[in-house]
């Protein structure tokens, strides 16, 4: 049980092009759901956190209006990568917790985004 | 300022042997500690929880250890095989995101098992 999923699993597009990214639990219902992105040899950085229903929290330095989150349902969220340009390419990963503490949380496969 | 550390250097050892990892914090006091394993080209996925309260955990053929005085979290694979060669995170609750535990990772030591 607990598995996440990710779609598409890469993407490569134009520059000033949108691309929307996928994140569903499959088996079970996300009370949180985040979204990460992970640069070649670097830790995950945590972009934000969104709830279904609710507007997401971004950290700090995170552009809202680049990266719009939808958490529409207890299994889908979406990520829409807006006016992508090549400093956009990167491994995007999301993640699902399926407990008010978010202690354990299942992590996509992720996508990984080429913008050219 | 707050850091996550972890070896960078690639860690080689022989099949059989224990694989010992090091994450070292500082400026958190977090509640709990995480181990992922992640391969390359895919997402994390979890391997251990160990909380503050609490000095070892253990897993099958997984360690981890929490020493909230040292900031020291040591992850530990006994009788290691080649299938355990990845990338192994370490990522502790530090502070919240949108009324949630938020993770912070560490950047991942890359653990290699030869034959």
């Known amino acids: 049980g607990a598995v996440v999923s990710q779609h598409p699993s890469w993407v490569i597009c134009k520059s000033g092009t949108s691309v929307k990214i996928e994140c569903r639990s499959l088996?079970?219902?996300?009370?949180?759901m985040f979204w990460y992105r992970q640069f070649p040899k670097q830790s995950l950085m945590l972009m934000a956190t969104?709830?279904?229903?609710?507007?997401?929290?971004?950290e700090q330095g995170v552009e809202k209006d680049k990266f719009l989150i939808n958490h529409a349902s207890l299994t889908l969220s979406t990520l829409t990568v807006t006016s992508a340009h090549p400093e956009d390419s990167s491994f995007y990963i999301c993640?699902?917790?399926?407990?008010?503490?978010?202690?354990?949380?299942?992590f996509g496969p992720g996508t990984r985004l080429t913008v050219t | 300022s707050q850091k996550i550390e972890q070896n960078s250097e690639a860690l080689n050892i022989q099949e059989g042997k224990t694989a010992t990892l090091t994450c070292n914090y500082t400026?958190?006091?977090?509640?709990?500690l995480q181990w992922y394993r992640q391969d390359p080209g895919r997402g994390p996925v979890f391997l251990l929880l160990?909380?503050?309260?609490?000095k070892e955990k253990r897993k099958e053929r997984l360690k981890v250890t929490f020493d909230t005085t040292l900031k020291q979290s040591l992850f530990h694979i006994t009788a290691s095989q080649p299938a355990d060669s990845a990338t192994y995170l370490c990522?502790?609750?530090?502070?919240?995101?949108?009324?949630?535990?938020?993770?912070?990772f560490g950047a991942g030591t890359r653990l290699a098992v030869h034959p």
């Open positions: 990522a502790l609750a530090g502070g919240f995101s949108g009324g949630y535990n938020k993770l912070i």
């Open positions: 993640s699902a917790s399926r407990d008010s503490d978010a202690y354990e949380q299942y």
């Open positions: 400026n958190y006091s977090p509640a709990y």
């Open positions: 160990i909380r503050e309260n609490e």
């Open positions: 088996d079970f219902q996300a009370t949180t």
């Open positions: 969104s709830n279904e229903g609710s507007k997401a929290t971004y």
